[in-house]
Nanobody, 121 residues
């Protein structure tokens, strides 16, 4: 059974940091580009970041550039999203997704259940 599991979410004050992790069971992450997508209450899903299979290429939404950093450790079958200088508008459920790298975007076939990130004082 193919499964993606996110962890590392929680409550953090504005300006704080979190690191999300995405691990897989039933398949190896290095066969896929991996992305992070978030959804805030009442808003559409927003692609946050994506990393290519090798980790050599990354993409970021303009809203998180310079604050969020995606990386992968294929030996550990894990992808990370380091989030710095968090803002209240970063509050959302963050989903890990696996799929394909395309020009200017990633397309996803598999999704995790999500982890809640809340930025509040």
């Amino acid at each position: 059974q193919l499964q993606l599991v996110e962890s590392g979410g929680g409550l953090v004050q504005p300006g704080g940091s979190l690191r999300l992790s995405c691990s897989a069971s039933g398949f190896t992450l290095d066969d896929h580009a991996i992305g992070w997508v978030r959804q805030a209450p009442g808003k559409e899903r927003e692609g946050v970041s994506c990393i290519s299979r090798s980790g050599g290429s990354t993409m970021y939404a303009d809203s998180v550039k310079g604050r969020f950093f995606v990386s992968r450790d294929n030996a550990k079958n894990t992808v990370y999203l380091r989030m710095n200088n968090l803002k209240p508008e970063d509050t959302a459920v963050y989903y890990c997704a696996a799929g394909s790298w395309r020009v200017g975007r990633c397309e996803y076939d598999y999704w995790g259940q999500g982890t809640q990130v809340t930025v509040s004082s």
